[in-house]
């Protein structure tokens, strides 16, 4: 083998096929925060009580990225609510019509990936959504 095709290989084919293999990962798991965050803010638009809200939206995040195969330890949630001003919790933890709530998924993305050796580096993705309690929608009590 020629210095210059020992020096082309190295540089440039061996790069290129990392690069190349970084790519359907990167893809599917910036997919599945997106998917994930989009489910749990619905959830938690739609349940009345914080405390279940924030059940339904872990259980919505855990179905979404658990059906594509992402291990648990690669997936974290946030979320959080704002009332709109003068509002309050109402009873039982209910939040007012015109809140907003928002869901916050980081999935860790493996960044290189080298068969044989494995995944060498890895980042982290974050999608948020935020949704409106409607107040039509809203229990109104």
Not at 120 to 136: G, L, M, N, R
Request: hydrophobic share 45%; proline share 7%.
């Amino acid at each position: 083998m020629s210095l210059s095709a020992l020096i082309g290989f190295t540089l440039f084919v061996i790069p290129s096929l990392i690069f190349v293999l970084a790519i359907p990962p990167w893809e599917s798991r910036t997919a599945d925060a997106r998917d994930a965050a989009h489910n749990a803010a619905r959830a938690l638009a739609l349940t009345p009580n914080w405390a279940q809200a924030e059940a339904a939206a872990a259980e919505e995040v855990a179905g979404t990225t658990g059906d594509d195969g992402v291990p648990t330890t690669d997936v974290s949630a946030n979320y959080t609510y704002s009332l709109p001003s003068g509002a309050s919790l109402g009873p039982g933890g209910t939040l007012a019509p015109g809140s907003t709530v928002t869901a916050a998924v980081t999935v860790v993305i493996p960044a290189g990936y080298i068969p044989g050796v494995g995944t060498y580096a890895s980042v982290h993705y974050t999608a948020t959504y935020t949704a409106t309690i409607d107040s039509y929608a809203a229990d109104n009590g």
